[in-house]
């Protein structure tokens, strides 16, 4: 009964989702931190004060919260744990700062970032060329690539753990089929340099989509937006689950050029017309007019990961350096699988994959202080 491309299907696995509250959560890579309170009066003010409004469609082509996107951008420069907050909106730190004004056109927004990577695979990249990804990377490239039948050229990590950023572009020049790589990267928490970025863009075939996914880099790294004015096929990833304490909403969303933007709007409007819901509207212009509060929610995170990653190192664990909410680690004499289970008895949940050549590691996303004391504990004697 099921049709021939069901049986190239290979679905996602996210981390376990516990159906108690008896655990501490530290394996999805979600915010330990609620949305900030107006987010919520918003909300709430939306469905109380207009319910008559949950009847009729939301705006399909979301203007405000793309307005709002592009303000949060030029005032935060794409990196919220060093942008200067000042109240409830911020200013980019010097390093951050983007040349140019980034613009409402330029977004396009989705249901997360996975529906929006979803898009940008089947409008750029096709089934006659090897799209080049990293070894080791977020897990939904290869399902996508499944799903749209488009084959993938895995390209080893350094030794190190960074993207091997020569062999990349090597490999996409002999594929000439374009690129995408999170950076920082999942689940290595490595990021590169956006000087790095530029450089692979120079030495790689500028008629193919240069995707970077930036789902981490408010804990961290550099973001690529300031390479949009040199490179019109350079696209960014972005999302609301991370930094902006909204993975239960649902929104992710696009940078890039407005030709770029309007090739995966009409994608989306092959597929569904109104992807995102008035709420979800509400909600995401809401949080990117207060970025003061994530900033400070990002910086609390980066300070609980160095803290963390110092107590482990000193504790024998084998520590990847982070620029996300989350660390990569292992601990001689332990396998990956028992070192989970032993950490999940004591009522914690982190990561653990079985996929070879990682198998050993544990993902372990960056919690409250008071969670990461007692994870502390519990990886204390392992």
């Known amino acids: 009964m099921n049709s021939k491309r069901m049986q190239n299907l290979h679905p996602y696995v996210p981390g376990e989702q516990p159906k108690d509250r008896k655990y501490i959560k530290l394996n999805a890579n979600e915010n330990p931190y609620p949305p900030c309170p107006e987010v ?4 709430t003010g ?29 005032r935060t420069g794409g990196v919220l744990c060093r942008a200067v907050s000042g109240g409830k909106q911020c200013r980019p730190a010097d390093e951050d700062k983007i040349p140019f004004t980034v613009t409402p056109d330029m977004i396009y927004s989705g249901n997360g970032s996975d529906e929006v990577l979803s898009f940008v695979f089947y409008a750029f990249f096709d089934s006659d060329c090897r799209l080049v990804v990293p070894e080791f990377s977020y897990s939904f490239y290869p399902v996508y690539g499944g799903f749209y039948n488009i084959p993938l050229d895995p390209v080893k990590l350094n030794r190190d753990w960074t993207l091997d ?31 790095q970025v530029r450089e692979m863009l120079l030495n790689t075939h500028s008629d193919k989509v240069f995707v970077v996914d930036e789902a981490y880099v408010d804990f961290g790294g550099e973001s690529c937006i300031p390479l949009l004015a ?3 096929n ?3 990833v972005r999302t609301f689950s ?22 995966v709007t009409t994608v989306k409007n092959s597929l569904n017309h109104f992807p995102i819901d008035a709420v979800a509207q509400v909600a995401g212009t809401a949080a990117c007019s207060n970025d003061g509060y994530y900033a400070d929610c990002a910086r609390k995170i980066v300070s609980e990961r160095e803290k963390f990653s110092t107590f482990l190192t000193h504790h024998g664990w084998n520590v990847i350096p982070s620029q996300t909410n989350f660390v990569f680690v292992k601990k001689n004499g332990i396998r990956g699988d028992e070192a989970y289970t032993r950490i999940k008895e004591q009522g914690i949940l982190v990561r653990h994959f079985a996929t ?17 004391q007692k994870l502390s504990s519990a990886m204390e004697c392992i």
């Open 40 to 43: 919520i009066s918003a909300v």
């Open 46 to 74: 939306f469905v109380s004060g207009s319910p008559e409004k949950l009847g009729l469609y939301p705006d399909p082509d979301s203007l405000a919260l793309h307005e709002a996107i592009a303000g949060m951008l030029n």
């Open 165 to 195: 950023t020569a062999e990349m572009t090597a490999h996409e020049k002999r594929n000439r089929s374009g690129i995408i790589f999170a950076n920082p990267n999942a689940p290595t928490g490595r990021g590169i340099s956006r000087s």
């Open 230 to 232: 040199e490179f019109p």
């Open 234 to 236: 350079l696209l960014i």
């Open 242 to 263: 991370k930094s902006l304490c909204s993975a239960g909403m649902r929104l992710g969303y696009i940078v890039a050029s407005p030709e770029l933007v309007r090739t």
């Open 356 to 372: 070879k050549g990682i198998e050993e590691y544990l993902r372990i996303t960056i919690g409250t202080e008071e969670q990461m």
